[in-house]
Every structure is written in structure tokens, then in C-alpha cells.
């Protein structure tokens, strides 16, 4: 069963950022500049969290990682150009 969990980040240095982000692209959606949505099986939720344990630098960089159960997903309120879904990507062949 997925869990939906928001992993949110600080990081100073612009290659770790960068480098979290683009692997964290491969799990979710990016909601916020620094915030993805992300639907894991719990082994995945274990594997993102000791790669993202090994990318970052303790002392100064600070990742959260917050499950939202369905119920508290679904009373989500987004406000202005947010959107509670991102858009699903598609393939077009002409």
C-alpha cells in the first residue's frame, strides 16, 4: 500500500540541493520550490530516506519528511496558482 508523504528541505550548498531534488523528481511531484509530494511503498520510504540521510550535510541542511494520511490529503486547501494535484505527464504521439 503507498503512502503519501511531503519531504521538504533546507540545504545550503547548491550541488546537494540540486542533486536532492533531481531525486527526489524520480518519486513525486515538486509542489514547492523546496517541497515534494511523494507516493512510496514503505520500502521505497525507506530507501528515500537513507539516500537523502547519505546526500545531505547534517550540520547545516534540514529535511522533513511528513506522511499525510488520505483523509488529511484530501482536506488539503490550496490557495492561488497551487494546485492539490499536479498535473499527470502524458505522451502525445502524432
Known amino acids: ?16 540541493r540540486a542533486r536532492v531534488a533531481a531525486y527526489l523528481q524520480q518519486w513525486g511531484d515538486r509542489i514547492q520550490r523546496s517541497v515534494f509530494v ?4 514503505p520500502e521505497d ?16 541542511d534540514a529535511v522533513h519528511i511528513l506522511p499525510a494520511c488520505g483523509t488529511c490529503w484530501s482536506r488539503l486547501v490550496a490557495i492561488g496558482q497551487a494546485d492539490r494535484e499536479p498535473d499527470k505527464p502524458y505522451w502525445a504521439a502524432l
Open 1 to 16: 500500500m503507498a503512502l503519501t508523504v511531503l519531504v521538504c528541505y533546507d540545504i545550503s550548498a547548491d550541488g546537494i
Open 38 to 41: 511523494c507516493s512510496l511503498a
Open 45 to 60: 520510504l525507506i530507501e528515500v530516506i537513507a539516500r537523502l540521510t547519505a546526500m545531505v550535510e547534517p550540520a547545516t
